[in-house]
T-cell receptor
């Protein structure tokens, strides 16, 4: 158990809808990262937050947004969903930027 | 900017074969380097790491040496097992960007 909790584990939704994925980092970790993993593709870095503030942005679509709350949990919001958004979404946390990251089990999103 | 280039997969080996997965990086400063492993149906977990030049990370029979002169961090194992079948990711610490991943299948 990595100590990072992601909910829900599975999500099935229709095109055009909006969903929210939630991540609770390990106790004490200030940095949260979000990744997208599609079939046969690597891990695409989406965005990083550190202690509530956006720290780095990767290949995140404008339809996607994220935030980190004062209690350090984070949410990834995906809107106007398309079939191509179907993927595994991982959250990871680390104590500080650059230290070892611990990954959650992921949320599998299926858009139908 | 920072980037990681990882050996293309997939890699299929027989049990007890020698494994090398190449990883090179581009970065400013002196990043830490990581190898993560993703077993089927699971999230990623840290396999090994190195924090400075010439450091060797090792775990579960896997090794990787931080080579600043060649900007590389190649993963090696002398004798792979079926249980090593997984996807392996090289990563750069600065913002945790990952390589494309290399899928390893070990056949008995």
């Amino acid at each position: 158990d990595s100590g990072v909790t992601q909910t829900p584990k599975h999500l099935i939704t229709a095109t055009g809808q909006r969903v929210t994925l939630r991540c609770s980092p390990r106790s004490g970790d200030l940095s949260v990262y979000w990744y997208q993993q599609s079939l046969d593709q690597g891990l695409q870095f989406l965005i990083q937050y550190y202690n509530g503030e956006e720290r780095a942005k990767g290949n995140i679509l404008e339809r996607f947004s994220a935030q980190q709350f004062p209690d350090l949990h984070s949410e990834l919001n995906l809107s106007s969903l398309e079939l191509g958004d179907s993927a595994l979404y991982f959250c990871a946390s680390s104590a500080i930027t650059g230290s070892e990251a611990f990954f959650g089990q992921g949320t599998r999103l299926t858009v139908v | 900017g920072n980037s990681v280039t990882q050996m293309e997969g997939p890699v299929t080996l027989s049990e007890e074969a020698f494994l090398t997965i190449n990883c090179t990086y581009t970065a400013t400063g002196y990043p830490s380097l990581f190898w993560y492993v993703q077993y089927p149906g699971e999230g990623l977990q840290l396999l090994l790491k190195a924090t400075k030049a010439d450091d060797k990370g090792s775990n579960k029979g896997f090794e990787a040496t931080y080579r600043k002169e060649t900007t590389s961090f190649h993963l090696e194992k002398g004798s792979v097992q079926v249980s090593d079948s997984a996807v392996y990711f090289c990563a750069l610490n600065n913002d945790m960007r990952f390589g494309a991943g290399t899928r390893l299948t070990v056949k008995p």
